[in-house]
């Protein structure tokens, strides 16, 4: 009889971006406004991300993008959606935004030291994608390619 061989596969995700959760009671487009003139980027509205949630279905996010001439790409996804939240350990964050290909000029502190000039939003937090239990979710969403 052969001997059964067991090989495990230890795998860490790679969170190669900045996230921030908003606190903002308004809706995601007037929130995006000001998000534009805060960081002089133009938000466009992407289609709902849509991802399957525990025991509920799926359930639909909505989705904002821009990027500037440097490359940065940011992402606003609203953490209610459809079904339940996006990130159900931070039920209290209303929305997150993700930063990506950010280069040495942005960081994380001057981004937050601007969300928090935006008078309609209560706060901003820094989060460590690796220290949530749905930080992997964050590494799905991108820009489809248009057609």
């Known amino acids: 009889?052969?001997?059964?061989?067991?090989?495990?596969?230890d795998f860490e995700s790679e969170?190669?971006?900045?996230l921030m959760?908003?606190?903002?009671?308004y809706r995601d487009y007037k929130l995006c406004f000001e998000l534009n003139n805060?960081?002089?980027?133009s938000f466009e509205k992407l289609d709902d991300?849509?991802?399957?949630?525990?025991?509920?279905?799926?359930?639909?996010?909505p989705l904002f993008f821009a990027d500037n001439l440097?490359?940065?790409?940011?992402?606003?996804?609203?953490?209610?959606?459809?079904?339940?939240?996006?990130?159900?350990?931070?039920?209290?964050v209303d929305y997150f935004l993700i930063v990506r290909n950010y280069t040495r000029e942005t960081t994380i502190e001057n981004l937050i030291r601007k969300i928090k000039t935006i008078k309609i939003?209560?706060?901003?937090?820094?989060?460590?994608?690796?220290?949530?239990k749905s930080g992997d979710l964050f590494l799905?969403?991108?820009?489809?390619?248009?057609k």
């Open 1 to 9: 009889m052969a001997k059964k061989v067991v090989q495990f596969l």
């Open 15 to 18: 969170y190669d971006f900045l």
């Open 21 to 25: 959760g908003i606190f903002c009671a």
């Open 38 to 41: 805060a960081l002089e980027l």
């Open 49 to 61: 991300f849509e991802i399957a949630l525990d025991k509920k279905g799926s359930g639909q996010f």
């Open 70 to 92: 440097e490359g940065e790409e940011f992402f606003v996804i609203g953490n209610k959606g459809s079904n339940g939240f996006f990130v159900p350990e931070l039920k209290q």
């Open 121 to 132: 939003v209560s706060s901003v937090v820094e989060y460590d994608p690796a220290e949530l």
């Open 140 to 146: 799905y969403i991108e820009r489809k390619a248009e």
